[in-house]
């Protein structure tokens, strides 16, 4: 197979962009190289000299030398932009960005087929590991029960300090932020955006299914309290947030994103830190799992560089399962068992447990751990965040209703 020479155009020189640099520095066997590198911040110093910088988008997308455009900048929407004009110029992109990758995934599909171009984004979800080529290649959706895991290493980040090392959730974001795994907007990591959109990129690859964000439910960790991680500790679980898609039945699935009690015989449970981890399970092949770094400049430049490296093979994803059409419905009708904590008691009364399997209740700290239907938390979603309470799954099965 022929190799095609790569002449980047890169957009954005943060924390991966940064970070793929020297990865594609090391990496000897690649016959790629960022010729052009367009940022906005005309005043902040460079390590490169500025001959490499341009201010211009246009300076890249018109520029017919460069035949493969990066993009790792933050802002969703100018992102869009970049990568649609990068497109219909007929350039291959590499991309990050999992929020305008989830949010526009049906007519970035299209450009790719009307321009015949590439469209690749592993580094968007997972960072290192790569889920999303072994999902579009090896999985067959009729076959995959489900899948579960940390995507998002900022919130396993301060977790862990929390549950390890009794940090206080402000302390441990900051920590996290220095490190360079938070998002600019820290609540989207907090608050449980970010895995959210993550998820949806994998549904597209695990069930063909191309899931509008808004539909799928999420809650975070940002009300997490010291009685939570007390709670868990003294079960022996962790909490970890952990994005959930499955089937419910031979054509259908289900979403969503929650912490969730994890216990030490789980996979789960030692994937501390920014590391991630994915859990498939499949008829016959069972459960498989899959761990890496989720976060950070190099793990991140990466999965980037391996797309560029199959780019430059000729590497494109196909959607198969998506036209192939064999998962057909998405539903929110499923019961799960949760922990509440809470305070006042018109907020428990929002929630309708159907079956309920502990409760207590002194002045300081109340829970009730029983079934709801995730329809019920959807439709209340936006009340959520006002309310003094936590969620968490318990993650056991529910038999009946
Ligand atoms: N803020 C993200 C995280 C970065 O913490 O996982 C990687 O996508």
Same mark, same amino acid.
């Given at each position: 197979m022929t190799r095609r020479e790569l002449r980047i155009g890169l957009f954005g020189y943060g924390c991966v962009g940064r970070g793929l640099h020297d990865v594609l520095e090391s990496s000897n066997g690649i016959k790629a190289e960022i010729v052009r590198i367009c940022v906005k911040d005309k005043t902040k110093e460079r390590r490169l000299p500025m001959s490499f910088f341009t201010f211009d988008k246009n300076d890249i997308l018109n520029d017919c030398s460069i035949n493969l455009v990066v993009e790792l900048i933050n802002d969703p929407d100018e992102a869009f932009e970049i990568v649609r004009q990068a497109m219909q110029n007929g350039k291959s992109v590499v991309t990050a960005n999992k929020v305008m990758v989830a949010s526009h995934l049906n007519e970035l599909v299209d450009l790719q087929h009307k321009h015949n171009v590439a469209l690749l984004y592993e580094? /968007?979800?997972?960072? /290192?590991?790569?889920?999303i080529r072994n999902l579009e290649e090896y999985y067959d959706n009729e076959l995959l029960h489900s899948l579960r895991g940390i995507l998002n290493g900022t919130t396993n980040y301060i977790l862990t300090l929390m549950h390890s090392e009794g940090r206080d959730f402000a302390a441990a974001l900051h920590e996290a932020q220095e490190k360079g795994f938070a998002e600019s907007d820290p609540a989207l990591d907090i608050e449980g955006w970010d895995a959210k959109y993550k998820l949806c990129i994998i549904t597209a690859h695990a069930y063909g299914m191309f899931l509008d964000p808004d539909e799928v439910f999420h809650y975070g960790i940002s009300h997490i309290s010291r009685h939570d991680i007390r709670y868990a500790k003294e079960k022996g679980y962790k909490i970890k947030l952990v994005p959930y898609v499955g089937k419910t039945d031979d054509n259908t699935i289900t979403c969503f994103v929650l912490p969730r009690f994890v216990s030490p015989d789980k996979y789960l449970y030692n994937v501390d830190y920014e590391n991630n981890g994915v859990i498939t399970e499949a008829a016959f092949a069972e459960k498989q799992f899959f761990a890496g770094k989720g976060a950070g400049g190099h793990p991140t430049g990466s999965a980037v560089l391996s797309d560029i490296s199959a780019n430059s093979y000729g590497y494109r994803y196909e959607y198969k399962k998506n036209i192939h059409d064999t998962i057909r419905n998405f539903t929110r009708d499923h019961h799960i068992e949760i922990y509440l904590r809470y305070h006042n008691e018109k907020d428990r009364d929002q929630f309708s447990f159907s079956e309920v399997s502990e409760f207590y209740n002194n002045h300081i700290y109340r829970y009730i751990i029983g079934t709801v239907n995730l329809k019920d938390l959807y439709d209340i979603r936006n009340k959520l965040g006002s309310m003094s309470i936590f969620i968490a799954s318990t993650g056991r099965k529910i038999l009946r209703v």
């Open positions: 580094a /968007s979800a997972g960072a /290192s590991i790569p889920i």
